[in-house]
Antibody, heavy 120, light 110 residues
């Protein structure tokens, strides 16, 4: 069955760029009407949708993060990526990648998550 | 600050039932499907209910979803110790053009 796996540095310095990649296995990232999302969860807090991308490159971002976020897709590698600029301690969180059945619908598959700590 | 409000916690004895509310507005719950997620300690969230009241394969019928106007609810009957987890609602917000999650509710089995 389809699985998602996050990868990237677990420690990022303040003001630098957080970069993560999600590898999709057991299925195609180019599947019709599926969107691919990044979601994060600060320690002890709730979950926050960061944004989503379609296989053709169309993107949607959370308005409050839009100026710092870029989500891109690489169909040849069956991967999608997150870049978050100018990070601070407030960006410390477990970052999940997930599949959405449609941009406005539900998320049915999640990765296991990866903890990213912002600290000097 | 989330646009979907949930109670911070609910609790009940084993075998009893709990209901978790999710309050929103016309731009989200009032016009779009609601989904519910269960997050067991130390794990990723898992889809529990989708499109207001549908259960994915493998989710027991002890879990149910409903919606009325700008509020949605998740019901859990026959509460088990394994149900102790955080539960989140989620939906698309047409004004924000963003997916929004609820504040989350911790379920405790007494």
């Amino acid at each position: 069955q389809l699985q998602l796996q996050e990868s990237g540095p677990g420690l990022v310095k303040p003001s630098e760029t957080l970069s993560l990649t999600c590898t999709v296995s057991g299925g195609s990232i180019s599947s019709y009407n599926h969107y691919w999302a990044w979601i994060r969860q600060p320690p002890g807090e709730g979950v926050e949708w960061i944004g989503s991308v379609y296989y053709n490159g169309d993107t949607y971002y959370k308005p409050s993060l839009k100026n710092r976020v870029t989500i891109s897709v690489d169909t040849s590698r069956n991967q999608f990526s997150l870049k978050l600029n100018s990070v601070s301690a407030a960006d410390t969180a477990v970052y999940y990648c997930a599949r959405y059945r449609a941009i406005w619908d539900y998320s049915d598959i999640w990765g296991q998550g990866t903890l990213v700590t912002v600290s000097s | 600050q989330s646009v979907l409000t949930q109670p911070p916690s609910v609790s009940a004895a084993p075998g009893q039932q709990v209901t978790i509310s999710c309050s929103g507005s016309n731009s989200n719950i009032g016009s779009k499907y609601v989904s519910w997620y269960q997050q067991l300690p130390g794990t990723a969230p898992k889809l529990l209910i989708y499109e207001d009241n549908k259960r994915p394969s493998g989710i027991p019928d002890r879990f149910s979803g409903s919606k009325s106007g700008t509020s949605a609810s998740l019901g859990i009957t026959g509460l088990q110790t394994g149900d102790e987890a955080d539960y989140f609602c989620g939906t698309w917000d047409t004004s924000l053009r963003a997916f929004v999650f609820g504040t989350g509710t911790k379920v405790t089995v007494l």
